[in-house]
């Protein structure tokens, strides 16, 4: 599965999404954390907008313009501006300029930028996941159906024996305290600050499972989730639980698992309801 590549229209718009993150890599990457967590004002769910957020967004929102003029037409999802048509209302491109804001402003190289296609009004409608990795350079792509890739490379996920190593997202000391007890068998912890690498990590293998402690949002999650999924890795929502009912604005609220092995979800969904308890 995936060696034959994505579609051609999804090959498209992982070659506009590509370019487009180059472009914020060359101009975020050099600020310094000063520079990077300047508030510019605010985005569309009430949080400050800095200026590595307001760089990101700017250079992505006009490759997504320019591809949706050029193939008739999208809508936007943005942790920054909202929903907004661009001359269709599907398919929904969601975007977050940067996953892992708190880790870009204090200098940390641990961020990303998520992007989904997604072909309807729910996450159970996804199309294409694109995430790039701004400390390595990394891209996760994948298409639904079609497979997952690491650097254009197919991406599967590898056998495992248990949760041994696990990343855990949204891990306040307060959550966390109440989580590990859940965690007893599991050798190490990783604290990535990125839920899309962090999903993306599950994919690749590097850990056996992630849980997201606080709520996730659809820009978040959207193509990490997807390109979790279609590496192998066992996805799991909860509250709602189900993909079909979380719909795409950045209103909505819930909370994500991933493992290797789906055998280890329930114990990660049970972490997840301690954390928040």
């Given amino acids: 599965m995936g060696d034959a590549g994505p579609s051609p229209a999804t090959a498209r718009w992982f070659g506009r999404l590509a370019k487009a993150c180059e472009q914020v890599a060359a101009e975020a990457l050099p600020l310094s954390p000063a520079q990077r967590r300047e508030v510019t004002g605010s985005g569309a769910g009430g949080d400050p907008t800095t200026r590595i957020d ?15 003029e050029a193939d008739g037409g999208v809508a936007v999802v943005s942790e920054e501006v909202g929903s907004k048509a661009l001359g269709a209302d599907t398919p929904v491109i969601v975007v977050d300029p940067i996953d892992g804001s708190l880790n870009a402003k204090r200098g940390l190289p641990w961020f990303s930028s998520s992007i989904a296609i997604v072909d309807g009004p729910r996450m159970s409608d996804i199309r294409a996941g694109y995430v790039h990795d701004f400390a390595t350079g990394n891209v996760f792509t994948a298409e ?46 990783r604290l990535i600050g990125s839920l899309a690498l962090s999903l993306c990590a599950t994919a690749a293998g590097w850990v056996d499972g992630m849980a997201g402690l606080g709520a996730a949002r659809t820009v978040d999650v959207a193509a990490g989730m997807l390109i979790a999924r279609e590496a192998g890795a ?21 909370w994500v698992a991933a493992a290797l092995r789906a055998d280890d979800l329930p114990l990660l969904r049970e972490t997840i309801a301690a954390a928040d308890a």
Avoid at 54 to 68: K, P, Y
Avoid at 161 to 184: F, K, Q, S, Y
Avoid at 235 to 254: C, K, M, N, Q, T
């Fill in 234 to 254: 066992a996805v799991s929502f909860i509250d709602p639980d189900d993909p079909a009912e979380i719909g795409l604005g950045i209103e909505e609220r819930f």
């Fill in 54 to 68: 307001r760089i990101a967004e700017d250079v992505l929102l006009a490759a997504i313009s320019a591809g949706a």
């Fill in 144 to 189: 639904a159906g079609g497979g997952a890739w690491l650097n254009g490379q197919p991406l599967r996920s590898p056998d495992s024996d248990g949760l041994r190593v696990v990343a855990l997202e949204g891990a306040e000391p307060a959550r966390l305290a109440r989580a590990l007890p859940h965690l007893g068998a599991t050798r190490r912890l």
